[in-house]
């Protein structure tokens, strides 16, 4: 199988540009989800790199089960972006009103600095 480890980079890097786009009109939940999907893929990048299997969408588990452990912080980070993945786009998950009433300029901004904090990380790993 070949090594797709550089093509879930290129796509995280991509992803986190869109969550910055969409912060920037105003979409916070929509930047939340997107960091959450660039921080997914940049730890997915690093697991073919590493010659493991990825499986799921909680970044928190993703990031544990790596050969090479990251630093504690970035694991309780990756639990913050792990609480963007569903309730941002679903009106279940809230007790009322649609979710982008939901997030506000501070969830994004913490969003895509985890993400790019773990975005990071994949980078200088896979060197």
Not at 6 to 17: G, S, T, Y
Not at 91 to 105: K, N, Q, T, V
Request: proline share 6%.
């Amino acid at each position: 199988m070949a090594d797709r480890s550089r093509d879930w980079l290129a796509q995280a890097i991509r992803d986190l540009e869109q969550a910055r786009s969409s912060q920037s009109d105003g979409r916070h939940e929509w930047a939340c989800f997107a960091a959450h999907q660039a921080a997914e893929k940049a730890v997915k990048a690093l697991h073919p790199f590493q010659r493991q299997k990825a499986w799921g969408h909680m970044v928190a588990e993703l990031i544990a089960e790596l050969s090479s452990r990251p630093p504690e912080d970035l694991i309780n980070k990756a639990h913050v972006l792990d609480n963007f993945y569903i309730p941002t786009r679903y009106p279940p998950w809230h007790s009322e009103g649609a979710p982008f009433e939901h997030y506000g300029h501070i969830q994004s901004e913490n969003a895509i600095q985890f993400a790019d904090e773990i975005l990071q990380f994949a980078r200088s790993q896979m060197v």
